[in-house]
């Protein structure tokens, strides 16, 4: 018992750390998230401000030759001057300072001092570090406020001037000029400062993400040991509910042990009962025994002596005997008192034993209510099977004399009908015969009719034509009275046949032979030019065969060929993945065909075009365009905006993609972009600008040349 409910309390602990344990798992999850999302932002950020950076880098060139760098190019200036520095200065800060150059600065020792500067007012050179050559000129320019411009003007000396940091200029000798906006130059200076503070931020954000790429490793490895103490944890708590299990099992067997116990302890006490019985049964013999001596002293020493012998073994038989029933009765209750330990252990879980056999007891009686109910519903439906089967007896009876009816019915109504069939036949046929001989009577009455008809038409006909009466026709065709006739068929076919060779004949054609001729020439011309026209239809079709089969042959070389470079190109622009063309629709005849694409993206499944996301189509399309490119390569490629969907990963790709084909065909790209990766990758950038208003300027910057400047200055 106390076994088990230590074990019951360890349980209880390990299920406490098992729940801390998750919490702190599911804490260390949390921070992980966290530590990844600012390592993202982090390198992110350093993405961005390298960009920035390295684009800045390829705009801040000199713009002289490598020989003459601009004197713009060695200042450094105080963030928020370049304004003024641009204003004070303008295009003389496009000079170098070497000697050789056309326009160039050069350092004068000064015999004198120059004037000073009025009093209270900012010499530009303290925010500027130039060279020599620009510090004479620097310490004669002020800087002051904007309103204080017009009124500190009067006091300049010959050769000093004012700005403002907003631009505004004011001359000694009375020139001023207002602000229009920031000059080239100080355009220039401006990018130069945010190129060093994008430096120091670069490096900034470069530890940031070290660190935290750090504190995601730190995150992950307190993670890592969280889940594996949450693991031995549950394994431990798994073992701890098997060794509950067991000692539940051994409690069951250790009661059923003392139900056992009881009953054999029972039994010792009914015979350590009967022992104690037989002890005071052997102690009143004794006691007898010794009476009985007392009064048998007239007896023999021996019968005294051998009934005294025979007294003690039987007293000493019952000593051994209840000397060992008292040891099995102490160890008995022993026994007891250990058995009777743990029932009163167990008592605790008896009662909630009983408790279910309450319920138990409860769902009984429900159940025994539920079955009066049905019981009474049984015997309320016990005689209905009888009824139902009455039911069907009398419907199966009911359903026989139906039958029986309905045979007879059926029979009488089968005699009618072929009594009613025979009826109908034999009015049919009576009906039919009597139109039968109507139809033959109206038959033979128009025959006679038409007879009559016909033979005054031939009788007036032929005493129109033959000019003799019908009676004399023989006579005339010289046949002899008792000659037969020819049948009338006869003689009107041949006069038919007769009057159509007649009509035939027509009119004697004089030029008959002449247009037989002229026909037979006409004939063999078209035969002949028949024949030129199947020849050339044998040729064209010839033809047609032979630039089918080099068409599908070059077809062939050519899908394979762009298959080829599309397979390369898509594993080049996805880092990875695999992509193929399919002919599609194209069994018998591949110029008939369809092209299909068949593209899989690291990590997902092939698919087709339209199935992929929108950079995924770019990327692809990209890669056929290129494919196709590479097979016949041209002088120039344009691009319009095939940059826009894809993100800076993509962007980067496409670009080292793009260098490497022009290193190898020669090919110069034309590239239309707004992306500021794509344009640092550029060999050249063009762009309009608007220097004054309203008047464009075509702007181009040769990036390699400036590279090379900045690497040498």
Known sequence: MAARDKLTRDIETIENETAAAEKLVHSRELDLKMKRDAATQARLDLNDVKTERETLARLLVPSHGEDYPAIVDSLIVTPGYETALGAALGDDLEAPTALDAPVHWKHIETQGSDGALPDGIDVLGSFVESPLELKRRLNQIGVVEKTEGSRLQQYLQPGQRLVSRQGDLWRWDGYVAACEGTTAAAQRLEQRNRMNALTHEEVSLQESLEACLVAEQNCLLELTSAREDEKRLRAVWREMQTQLSRLRDDLNRNERASHETQTKLAALNAAMERCQQDLSDAQ???????????????????????????????????????????????????????????????????EGWRQRAQDAAGQCETLKTRLLESQQELNTLADLPARMEAGRQQLIENLEQADKLRQQAADALAEAETTLKDTTAALRQASAAVSDAKEARARTQAKQEAAQERLEEDGKRIRETMNVEPED?????????????????????????????????????????????ELTSQRDNLEGERNDVEQAILKLRAGIASLNREGRRRLNEAFQTVDAHFQKLFAVLFNGGQARLEMIQSEDDPLEGGLEIIARPPGKKPATLSLLSGGEQTLTALSLIFAVFLTNPSPICVLDEVDAPLDDANVDRFCTLMEKMAGETETRFLVITHHPMTMTRMNRLFGVTMAEKGISQLVSVDLETAQSFREAS
């Open 473 to 517: 026709c023989l006579a005339l065709a010289e046949l002899p009275p008792d000659a037969q006739p020819p049948s009338l068929s006869e003689v009107e076919t041949r006069l038919s046949r007769l009057k159509g060779d007649r009509e035939r004949l027509g009119g004697v054609n004089l030029q008959a032979d002449d247009e037989l001729h």
């Open 284 to 350: 009143e013999q004794a006691q007898t025994i010794v009476r009985t001596l007392d009064e048998a002293n007239g007896q023999s020493s021996i019968d005294l002596g051998s009934a005294l012998s025979q007294a003690q073994e039987n007293a000493k038989s019952l000593r051994s005997n209840a000397g060992q029933k008292q040891a099995a009765l102490a160890a008995i209750t022993r026994e007891q008192q250990i058995r009777l330990e743990r029932i009163g252990a167990q008592r605790l879980e008896l």
